[in-house]
């Protein structure tokens, strides 16, 4: 848990330094109850914000939430768990180091955007539901809209440098596809 109001820096500071070398979850605790402060926290990394005064249920139910995402995003079940290594065609996405690479090329990501994809490629071919989403990958009780998801899903799409990546649904949600790249004229 991180309070936004330190008396040497700000908890924003102290928050984007954690996100430089861990994936540690982090939960903004603030009596700062504007959009926009929530917005920057948990678009500079954290997983989830708190506002004072808070009941202590509702604290107990989030940090167990963000700790179901972490368990999920950290590959701690599944087949692929051990190796923490997924490769989906040229992309390849290290949960461990949390790094994706194509064709060799590292692509670098925000926290958010990785985890979302790491969600999105866990099974290939399946629509996943704009909610459904936001639920998993934010937060049970997201308060936004779904263009944060919308900006996020355009980012990854832009640094991957194929829009194919990621297949929008029409009135559903998205859905990981590994592009077919036709073969070279011999």
Same mark, same amino acid.
């Given at each position: ?56 249920? #509702? ?53 958010? #955007? ?52 990621? #297949? ?19």
């Amino acid at each position: 848990m991180l309070d936004l109001g330190l008396p040497d820096m700000d908890g924003t500071d102290v928050c984007r330094a954690i996100r430089l070398t861990s994936q540690t979850p982090i939960i903004v605790v603030s009596a700062r109850d504007d959009e926009i402060d929530r917005v920057i926290s948990l678009e500079i990394g954290a997983d989830d914000y708190v506002i004072k005064p808070f009941g202590m249920r #509702e604290l107990v139910a989030r940090i167990r939430a963000v700790s179901r995402r972490f368990a999920h995003a950290g590959g701690d079940s599944g087949p692929e768990a051990d190796g923490a290594e997924r490769t989906r065609g040229a992309l390849v996405i290290d949960t461990r180091a949390q790094r994706v690479t194509l064709s060799g090329t590292v692509v670098y990501l925000t926290p958010k #955007e990785f985890d979302l994809l790491v969600y999105l490629s866990d099974d290939p071919g399946a629509v996943f539901r704009r909610g459904d989403i936001l639920h998993d990958v934010w937060d049970t009780n997201w308060y936004g809209t779904t263009k944060t998801l919308d900006a996020h899903i355009a980012a990854i799409r832009k640094k991957l440098g194929n829009p194919a990546w990621i #297949e929008s649904v029409r009135g559903v949600g998205f859905r990981f596809e590994v592009p077919i790249v036709p073969a070279a004229p011999a």
